[in-house]
């Protein structure tokens, strides 16, 4: 085998190579991309689930001190009547 094969196997096997690379690098920045959209998706989803459970708490602790001030009436007016 001559210089010239040998050079020849050499470029045909770093060609191949730097394709195949180029190749597994568009798999990777498409991975990326779909872990991008995936992120933005789940961090809306986040948002709108943290409004919402904040929506809630609220009404919930307004229930609460509507609760709270009817029962403050409710044992004021008995210990009013026991006197």
Avoid: P
């Amino acid at each position: 085998m001559d210089w010239g094969q040998v050079l020849t196997i050499i470029f045909g096997i770093a060609g191949f190579m730097s394709i195949f690379m180029l190749l597994i690098n568009r798999q990777i920045e498409m991975v990326n991309k779909r872990i991008d959209d995936l992120r933005q998706d789940m961090d809306r989803r986040f948002e709108k689930l943290e409004k919402e459970m904040d929506r809630r708490f609220s009404a919930l602790e307004q229930d609460v001190r509507e609760l709270r001030q009817l029962l403050y009436k409710v044992l004021e007016v008995e210990t009013k009547k026991e006197k």
